[in-house]
C-alpha cells in the first residue's frame, strides 16, 4: 500500500521558536495533501489543504500565517509553526491523496505516523 | 449538530467478544466511508474504506453502510487485545474527511 512517513516524529521546542514539519509520499505522487492536528482524547481536525505548485486552502479558524504550509513537489509537503506557543502543541498528522487508481478508491487519502510537538 | 456523531466510549469487552462500533452523519452528500484504527500516539491506520450502502467484509472486520438511515457501523469479530486502540469513523463527499470524535475500545484478556 501506499506510504506517508513524517519527520520529525517527536520535537520539543522553546515558545517563540518555529518548526517544520515534513510529510513525504514515498511510493506514489501526492496531489493533495492534507494537515490535521489532533489534541489528547479528541478526534482529528483539517487544518489545511495543499496542492503541489498552488497555495493552501486553510480551514476557518486556522491562521495561515502561523501555519505556513509549502506544496513544493508531488512527494514532499512541509508545515512550519511560526513562533510557537504552548497551545500550539499538539499532534499534527498529514495525509497524501494521489491518483493511484480510478473509480470509488480515487478519493482515498493516506496517513503520516503524525508528529508530536511539544512547546515549553 | 454535528455532521458526524460517534460515541467516544470507553468501550470495554472481553477477547473473544463481538464489537459494534457505530457512526451516524447528518450530510446526505458523503459518499466515502471509512473506519481507521489509531493506536496512542500514532497516525490513523485504514482498516475500511466504503462506497455504497451494505457490507465489506476483511478478515474479522466488517463495515456496514446504511445511507438511508445515515448511519455506519465497524464489527470485530473475536477481538483479541491487540484491537485495543481508538476507531475512528470518516466520511467524505468530494475530498475533505471528516472525522468523528473516535471511540475508545479496550479488549480484555
Known amino acids: 500500500g501506499a506510504v506517508v512517513s513524517q519527520h520529525p516524529s517527536w520535537v520539543i521546542c522553546k515558545s517563540g521558536t518555529s518548526v517544520k514539519i515534513e510529510c513525504r509520499s514515498l511510493?506514489?505522487?501526492?496531489?493533495?495533501m492534507f494537515w490535521y492536528r489532533q489534541f489528547p482524547k479528541q478526534s482529528l481536525m483539517l487544518m489545511a489543504t495543499?496542492?503541489?505548485?498552488?497555495?493552501?486552502?486553510?480551514e476557518q479558524g486556522v491562521e495561515k500565517d502561523k501555519f505556513l504550509i509549502n506544496h513544493a513537489s508531488l512527494t514532499l509537503s512541509t508545515l512550519t509553526v511560526t513562533s510557537a506557543h504552548p497551545e500550539d502543541s499538539s499532534f499534527y498528522i498529514c495525509?497524501?491523496?494521489?491518483?493511484?487508481?480510478?473509480?470509488?478508491?480515487?478519493?482515498?487519502?493516506?496517513f503520516g505516523p503524525g508528529t508530536r510537538l511539544t512547546v515549553l | 449538530q454535528k455532521e458526524v456523531e460517534q460515541d467516544p466510549g470507553p468501550l470495554s469487552v472481553p477477547e473473544g467478544a463481538i464489537v459494534s462500533l457505530n457512526c451516524t452523519y447528518s450530510?446526505?452528500?458523503?459518499?466515502?466511508f471509512m473506519w481507521y484504527r489509531q493506536y496512542s500516539r500514532k497516525g490513523p491506520e485504514l482498516l475500511m474504506y466504503?462506497?455504497?450502502?451494505g457490507n465489506k467484509e476483511d478478515g474479522r472486520f466488517t463495515a456496514q453502510v446504511d445511507k438511508s438511515s445515515k448511519y455506519i457501523s465497524l464489527f470485530i469479530r473475536d477481538s483479541q487485545p491487540s484491537d485495543s486502540a481508538t476507531y475512528l469513523c470518516?466520511?467524505?463527499?468530494?475530498?475533505?474527511?471528516?472525522f468523528g470524535t473516535g471511540t475508545r475500545l479496550k479488549v480484555l484478556a
Open positions: 511510493d506514489f505522487q501526492a496531489t493533495t
Open positions: 495525509s497524501a491523496r494521489g491518483d493511484l487508481r480510478s473509480g470509488p478508491g480515487e478519493d482515498e487519502q493516506f
Open positions: 495543499s496542492n503541489e505548485g498552488s497555495k493552501a486552502t486553510y
Open positions: 470518516a466520511m467524505s463527499g468530494t475530498y475533505k474527511y471528516i
Open positions: 466504503t462506497y455504497s450502502s
Open positions: 450530510n446526505s452528500a458523503f459518499q466515502y
